[in-house]
C-alpha cells in the first residue's frame, strides 16, 4: 500500500466538464469563468471574485492595487510558501518577516506592530495549512497605522472565521486552485474583494491592461476595439479550468467535511501520544483541513527528519510542515531577525497523509505506523 501525503479529489464530472468546455470551442478567459466568479463569490460572500492563473499571481495584482510599490515595507509571516514574500518582491517592495504563534502558526499580531515602521505600507496575512488567522486583530491593526490588509488565504477555501467564510472580511483576499489544496482546477487562482474600484482593476491588469475583454467583443453586435490602457498581464484562467473548478466547488462543504472526519481520527488516535502537539483551531475559527501537520516536542520518540524517514520506509509519504522563506537560498542575503518560533515550529512539524476519498484501510495503516514508531 502507498499512501501519497495528497491528491485531487476529481472525478467524472469534471472530465465531463472540461470535455463540454473544449467543444464549445471556447477555452480560453470567457463564460466558464465568469460562471465560476460568480459562484466563488456568492459562496464566500464576497461582493465580487476575480478568476487568474494562479495564487501567486492574485497575490502580485493584489500589491499593485493595494499601491504596495518600490521601497515599501509589508510584514508578513517567513513561515509560509516562498511565493508570499516573492510577491511583495515582484512590486519592488521589501518583505519584513515577523513571528507566528507556536500554536497555530498565524501571524503574532504583537510581534507585528513592534515591526511597523514610517516605510510600512501594507500587512500580508496568511492562514496557515487553512487554519484561519485573527483577522479581525489585523483589521484593526491595518486601520491603526493606515496599512493595506491582504489575506493570503491560499490554502483557506471553504475555512471560516466567526462563522464567516474566509473571502468575506477584507478587500484583497486571495486563494489557490493548486492540486495540493482541497479543491483544484489543476492550477488556478482567485481574488475576492468587496472594493469596486479593486475589482474593475484587478479584471483590467490579468489581461494585458485590455479596456475590453475578448468575451465582451465577442458577444457585441457592434464592432468593438480594445485599449490598453496600462500596463498588464497575462494572468487569466482559462474556461476549461473554470469549468472543473464550478464542480469542485459544488463538493467544496462536503470535501471538508470528509477531510475533518479524518482528521478527527487522527486527534482521536493521537491524543496520548507524549511528544507531540496536535493541531489547533483558535475560537471562532472553523479550518478546512488543508493539511494535517503535528508539532514534534523535545520529548518526541524520533526526530522529525528520522520519522519521516521511516514513514516512507513503510511506503507512506509525509512533508515537512511548512517552510521559512528567510532560510532559502533566494532570500540568504535578505535581513531577518527574532524568528525562533518560526524556525523551531518549521523544523519540528510534519505533515501526514490526508486527502478525498481516503480509505479507511489507509487511514487505518497511517495511524498504526506512526503509533509503531512515536507512542
Keep these: 500500500m502507498n499512501i501519497p501525503v495528497a491528491k485531487p479529489y476529481m472525478t467524472r464530472d469534471e472530465a465531463q466538464a472540461a470535455y463540454d468546455t473544449i467543444l464549445t470551442g471556447w477555452i480560453t478567459q470567457g463564460p466558464r469563468v465568469a460562471e465560476f466568479e460568480a459562484n466563488f463569490a456568492s459562496y464566500t460572500g464576497a461582493k465580487y471574485a476575480v478568476a487568474v492563473s494562479n495564487c501567486t499571481t492574485a497575490l502580485h495584482l493584489s500589491m499593485i492595487v493595494a499601491g504596495i510599490g518600490a521601497g515599501d515595507e509589508v510584514i508578513c509571516p ?24 507556536p500554536e497555530d502558526f498565524n501571524l503574532d499580531v504583537r510581534d507585528v506592530e513592534k515591526r511597523i515602521t514610517p516605510k510600512t505600507r501594507g500587512i500580508l496575512l496568511v492562514h496557515q495549512v487553512g487554519n484561519p488567522a485573527d483577522i479581525d486583530a489585523f483589521t484593526n491593526l491595518a486601520r491603526k497605522y493606515n496599512l493595506a490588509l491582504i489575506e493570503d488565504a491560499a490554502c483557506a477555501a471553504g475555512s471560516a ?29 482567485m481574488v475576492t474583494t468587496n472594493n469596486e474600484a479593486y475589482y474593475n482593476r484587478l479584471k483590467l491588469l490579468r489581461q494585458h491592461g485590455m479596456s475590453v475583454n475578448d468575451r465582451v467583443r465577442h458577444e457585441s453586435k457592434t464592432v468593438i476595439f480594445e485599449d490598453h490602457v496600462e500596463l498588464g498581464y497575462n494572468y487569466r484562467m482559462t474556461d476549461i479550468q473554470a469549468a472543473v473548478g464550478i464542480k469542485q466547488l459544488a463538493k467544496l462543504d462536503w470535501i471538508i467535511e ?23 483551531e483558535q475560537e471562532g475559527c472553523f479550518s478546512n483541513y488543508q493539511s494535517y501537520c503535528i508539532t514534534l516536542k523535545e520529548d518526541a520518540k524520533l526526530d522529525r527528519n528520522t520519522l519521516m524517514q521511516k514513514m516512507l520506509d513503510e511506503n507512506i509519504a509525509t512533508r515537512r510542515g511548512v517552510m521559512t522563506t528567510h532560510r532559502e537560498s533566494a532570500y540568504k542575503n535578505h535581513p531577518y531577525s527574532n524568528l525562533e518560533v518560526s524556525e523551531h515550529a518549521s523544523d519540528n512539524t510534519i505533515v501526514l497523509p490526508l486527502y478525498v476519498p481516503m480509505s479507511q484501510a489507509e487511514v487505518d495503516r497511517v495511524i498504526n505506523v506512526f503509533k509503531e514508531l512515536m507512542a
Excluded: W
Excluded at 78 to 97: C, H, L, Q, R
Excluded at 161 to 181: A, E, M, N, T
Design 78 to 101: 517567513s513561515m509560509s510558501y516562498i511565493a508570499t514574500a516573492n510577491s511583495i518582491k515582484y512590486v519592488g517592495a521589501i518583505p519584513v518577516f515577523a513571528e507566528v504563534h
Design 161 to 189: 472565521y466567526k462563522g464567516s467564510k474566509i473571502g468575506s472580511h477584507s478587500d484583497l483576499v486571495c486563494f489557490s486552485f493548486h492540486p495540493r489544496k482541497v479543491i483544484s482546477t489543476g492550477d488556478g487562482g
Design 258 to 280: 470528509e477531510r475533518r472526519k479524518i482528521g478527527q481520527q487522527y486527534n482521536e488516535a493521537f491524543r496520548n501520544i507524549t511528544g507531540i502537539v496536535l493541531p489547533f
